[in-house]
């Protein structure tokens, strides 16, 4: 019997929403219908705001989430249009994963850490989407696992191995969004079966965006070709790969709680006269370099590596991971079945369907909590 969810996903990019309607029969899935809606630049300026403290907060903050499900609502509007044509209606769908705008994101310090100094939030307003759609709602992802002592993040690495991994070999996805993660895939064809990895490797085009934004008024570099023109600072990238965040072990994640504009500024102060190309580039080379070091380090067994996110766009940055890994095929998630900026929503629609099923959507060898947890919170319709 087939099963159809909605996976929406909106990322640390801030650039707006992705959806996906994607129907499941056993471990196959397929994508039936996409689409996407950019965030209102009011609303982008208002989210990253909310990264950090200011006044009247939680206010703010529910405004903004009311705001995403409308626009989460508009995205499922969309996909259902397309899905009517093949004689669907809302009825037909078992429910939406709609994973939030990630705002704050504090994960325990280590194992031992006391769970309840840990937190993750995720701007939404689940039941008005609920309201909005008719159709049911989880949401609310994270905190599960991160009550359990995990990282909360990332969580795609499951999905990743679900549709992604080969029999006979080892094979490394590379999510490029505002922060990149990866996840290492062992051949399913080993018995017993080693475990899946995965970790947030540090900025993917969070701070390219940012500082494209800045000295272009473009949200982000256009295949590259800003940072293509500029040239490597190697005295700032030996500074910027000095955040202790890198040479953590896993498991680990992060977010603009970390690596942000006032984390760059702070970095860039002896080299305010450097030309803005320049340090474009450089930081290419950071989101180049830190997804390499941690694909040499834990995926050495593997010579694959397929890359999805928006990041897989960016020219001049698939160049460099390719020269960084001579011995890998590097390709883009198109090429195994689903286009690179449909992986993360088809990941929640997927999660959904572990939440509705009552299945772990956690991995705790990749986000270190006590154990497998059912994640999420379910909004009936």
């Keep these: 019997m087939q099963e159809f969810f909605i996976g929406l996903m909106s990322g640390t990019s801030l650039d707006g929403v992705d959806g996906v ?17 950019p965030f209102p630049e009011r609303l982008q300026h208002e989210l990253l705001a909310l990264n950090a403290p200011g006044p009247n907060e939680l206010h703010r903050a529910a405004l903004a989430g009311n705001q995403i499900a409308t626009i989460y609502a508009g995205v499922v509007a969309q996909l259902m249009e397309s899905a009517s044509r093949q004689g669907m ?123 494209c934004q800045r000295h272009t008024g473009q949200p982000f570099d256009a295949g590259g070709a800003w940072a293509a023109s500029g040239q490597l600072i190697p005295e700032l990238l030996v500074s910027l790969l000095d955040e202790p965040y890198f040479s953590k072990l896993p498991p680990k994640s992060t977010g603009r709680d970390l690596f942000n504009l006032g984390w760059l500024e702070t970095k860039l102060a002896p080299w305010t006269s450097q030309r803005p190309q320049d340090i474009q580039h450089t ?16 995926g050495k067994d593997s010579m694959e590596l397929i890359v999805c996110g928006g990041g897989a766009f960016n020219r001049h940055l698939m160049q460099r991971l390719q020269i960084g890994l001579p011995s890998f095929t590097v390709s883009v998630s198109d090429v195994h079945g689903i286009p690179a ?4 929503a088809a990941a929640f629609a997927w999660l959904a369907r572990q939440t509705i099923s009552r299945q772990p959507g956690n991995l705790a060898s990749v986000t270190g909590a006590a154990g497998p947890r059912i994640l999420g919170a379910i909004y009936p319709s």
């Design 21 to 37: 309607l994607a129907g499941f029969s056993g471990r196959d899935m397929r994508v039936i219908a996409a689409a996407s809606a």
């Design 89 to 211: 209606t809302a009825a037909a769908i078992n429910a939406i994963g709609a994973h939030g705008q990630t705002v704050r994101h504090q994960p325990p310090l280590s194992r031992t850490n006391h769970p309840g100094q840990a937190y993750t939030v995720q701007l939404n307003n689940p039941a008005l989407l609920a309201e909005l759609t008719g159709i049911d709602v989880v949401a609310d992802f994270r905190s599960r696992d991160v009550a359990a002592g995990g990282q909360g993040a990332p969580l795609v690495p499951a999905f990743h191995h679900s549709v992604f991994a080969q029999t006979d070999s080892t094979v490394v996805v590379l999510n490029l969004g505002g922060i990149a993660n990866i996840s290492i895939l062992p051949a399913t064809g080993i018995v017993p079966a080693p475990a899946v990895l995965g970790f947030d490797c540090g900025p993917g085009n969070a701070l390219l965006d940012a500082w």
């Design 283 to 298: 930081l290419t080379e950071l989101t180049a370099s830190s997804c390499v070091t941690a694909i040499k380090s834990y």
């Design 341 to 344: 900026q449909q992986v993360e």
